[in-house]
């Protein structure tokens, strides 16, 4: 068989991908990269999330926490309360608050006249990444199936991605002081688990979504409720949808 010039780059850009992608793994979680049974190809991972479902509970942020080692008082993924009285509803001024990230939940609401409701937030593992954009020296990519990762061994800690993320969902590690944030789960979800977060949420108010199969449940979700990304004016591509968002969310 006759290999062009133009096979040998594409072969090679692959190789060079799945070697970046082993690095990244085996640096952040200590896990091995990916094995053969699993083709990068064949998938595109994102998350449902239902803002109904949420209780606030906690159990997404320490599940996270203790899977991926994150140091204390920093966070892959947070939750957020937010409360709307009904005399500033029209004006959309809500009241957010997360203490320490809701790893131990939320202190008891007082009533009030109006609503209350929690918002999960994460890495919206986005396909059109401005964080992948400004890294001076590609530590950041977007792998073959959809995860936004960062290469540590590359990473130089400028904080340039930690700027240029509009979700503000990376932070640099007091100990590596290069950038870390939420893999997915990658070194889960490559074996064919789930992330940590979405398999301690006690409602299933968060679903890992593989939307290159077909047979996903993603697919119905999108067709038949209300689901948004945050910040859609920011045309990112994010991947993390949420099933009836309000408006007032930031």
């Not at 799945?18 to 990269?33: D, F």
């Not at 290069?178 to 301690?200: F, P, Q, S």
């Not at 979504?209 to 047979?215: A, G, H, R, W």
Request: charged residues 20%; glycine residues 8%; aromatic residues 8%.
């Amino acid at each position: 068989m006759d290999i062009s010039r133009r096979d040998i780059f594409t072969v090679g850009g692959k190789l060079l991908i799945l070697a970046s992608v082993g690095a990244t793994l085996k640096q952040i979680t200590g896990a091995e990269p990916p094995s053969d049974a699993y083709r990068l190809a064949d998938h595109w991972w994102g998350m449902i999330i239902d803002i109904d479902k949420c209780i606030g509970c906690g159990n997404c942020v320490r599940a996270c926490s203790k899977e991926n080692n994150v140091p204390e008082g920093f966070f892959r993924t947070w939750v957020e309360r937010y409360q709307i009285e009904d005399q500033i509803k029209e004006v959309k001024q809500p009241r957010v608050e997360s203490p320490n990230g809701a790893i131990d939940g939320f202190p008891p609401l007082a009533p009030i006249d109006g609503k209350s409701f929690y918002v999960p937030k994460l890495c919206n593992h986005c396909a059109d990444s401005p964080c992948v954009q400004v890294c001076p020296v590609g530590a950041t990519f977007v792998s073959p199936d959809g995860v936004v990762l960062v290469d540590q061994t590359y990473c130089l800690g400028c904080r340039y991605c930690v700027q240029a993320c509009p979700y503000g969902c990376r932070y640099l590690h007091p100990e590596t002081q290069t950038v870390d944030k939420c893999t997915l789960c990658y070194h889960r979800i490559t074996k064919g688990l789930t992330t940590a977060c979405c398999e301690n949420c006690p409602t299933g108010a968060r679903l890992l979504v593989d939307f290159k199969n077909p047979k996903d449940p993603v697919h119905e979700i999108l067709r038949t409720n209300k689901v948004q990304v945050l910040k859609p004016y920011m045309a990112t591509g994010a991947k993390v949808y949420y099933e009836n968002l309000d408006g007032a969310v930031r």
